[in-house]
């Protein structure tokens, strides 16, 4: 048989030879207001066994879109796959030839292809529980996601973006209120060392010494201490001269230089104390760490162990609406560690005067902040100008708590 070139006329003429017959001329009349559907298998072809039990379903969706075009659906349901043979990709125009013999006429009916993919069964169950789990708005996003026009997507897009503007607006609102709530609950007595909204670390009330009220290891753990080891090896090794020149270089805060002068002799002591200084240095950067260098991708400075730049930004930060930030229970969380932390340094007996200088605080927040973690302030004036005041902080057992403030009752 001979291909039939239709050209640019609606009639032709053709010529068919099959075998050693003899040939036949048809004539060949195209037809374009009916399409006949053609169907293929995207997995293969059809066995010839299986052709005879074929039978395929046609569907049309009457909503006319836009451009007044009619969407059709092509389903046929089988109970075993029926394709073994490779899949013939097709890159030129079909027609379907309807052939009279009496009167020697064929007619040309151009073919609209349909590509049947394979659905087992296992999915379909899985589908059908997943819609049946729907609600009707959301049956009738997914039919318009599959079967609708292109404006009905696009506004099925737009409302659900929406949808996730507003979802994420919420839960960053719901932060902030925990946050705030949780600031204003720092300064009432702790009920429970494991309260995670609470900005003082886990505490021992019962402890019968200071050393067993907050634990080094609440602060910073054995992992972390491990990654402090090489950054904290210049502390470890410092001299007199090299203190005086970072003191000259401002290269650390005065609170971590002051006591880098008294670190103990003792290998694993002094190993121990170069770490719990480093770290202190990387707390007190952090919580002077501005908002808009906190939504940076990398926030904290490059030469950090990565390790403790992760456990820190967990620890005290959080992510809303893709952006991190540090609510102010968190803020004070940090601030809870940095103190409990220099109590630890200093045996229990810390000096307020650098703090209030280095972490930029007001005397009456830290003050608040250092009674609400159990301690006790002495204060003393200055022999020489009589006004200035310094204060010290002790951590003494049993702990005792401010009890919070009750508001004036009303005059009735």
Request: proline residues 5%; aromatic residues 6%.
């Amino acid at each position: 048989m001979v291909p039939v070139d239709l050209k640019h006329t609606e009639t032709n003429t053709a010529t068919f030879q099959e075998g050693n017959m003899p040939s036949e001329t048809v004539s060949v009349t195209k037809v374009s207001t009916k399409n006949v559907p053609l169907v293929s298998f995207a997995n293969g072809t059809v066995r010839e066994s299986k052709k005879k039990h074929l039978a395929v379903g046609l569907f049309r969706n009457n909503e006319r879109t836009g451009k007044k075009r009619k969407r059709r659906i092509v389903v046929r349901q089988v109970d075993e796959l029926l394709n073994d043979l490779p899949i013939v990709v097709i890159i030129y125009r079909m027609y379907v030839a309807e052939v009279d013999k009496n009167t020697g006429k064929m007619t040309m009916y151009p073919a609209e292809l349909f590509k049947l993919h394979p659905i087992a069964e296992a999915d379909l169950q899985r589908e059908h529980l997943q819609l049946d789990s729907l609600s009707f708005r959301e049956k009738a996003d997914v039919l318009t996601d599959a079967f609708g026009s292109g404006k009905q997507k696009r506004a099925l897009a737009k409302r659900q973006r929406n949808k996730l503007a507003e979802g994420a607006v919420s839960s960053a609102m719901g932060s902030v209120i925990d946050s705030a709530v949780a600031a204003q609950q720092m300064h009432t007595p702790v009920a429970t060392p494991q309260d995670s909204s609470s900005a003082i670390p886990p505490y021992n009330k019962d402890a019968d010494s200071p050393a067993g009220v907050y634990s080094l290891f609440s602060i910073i753990g054995v992992t972390e201490m491990e990654h402090l080891k090489n950054p904290a090896r210049d502390f470890f090794e410092c001299t007199r001269e090299k203190i005086a020149q970072w003191q000259e270089e401002n290269s650390y805060f005065p609170s971590v230089l002051c006591r880098l002068r008294i670190m103990p002799v003792e290998e694993e002591s002094r190993w121990q104390s170069a770490c719990c200084l480093m770290y202190l240095q990387y707390m007190m950067t952090l919580y002077l760490t501005k908002y808009d260098q906190l939504r940076k991708k990398n926030p904290l400075p490059e030469d950090w162990p990565d390790a403790i730049k992760r456990f820190m930004l967990d620890r005290f930060t959080l992510t809303a609406s893709g952006k991190r930030c540090a609510p102010a229970r968190l803020k004070d969380l940090l601030l809870s560690h940095i103190i409990v932390l220099c109590l630890i340094l200093d045996h229990f007996t810390v000096s307020l005067t650098q703090l209030l200088t280095d972490l930029k605080l007001s005397t009456n927040k830290l003050l608040t902040h250092i009674r609400a973690l159990g301690c006790k302030v002495k204060s003393e004036t200055d022999s020489v100008d009589g006004k200035t005041k310094s204060y010290t902080a002790h951590l003494t057992v049993p702990l005792t708590f401010p009890e919070p403030s009750k508001g004036r009752k009303s005059k009735k």
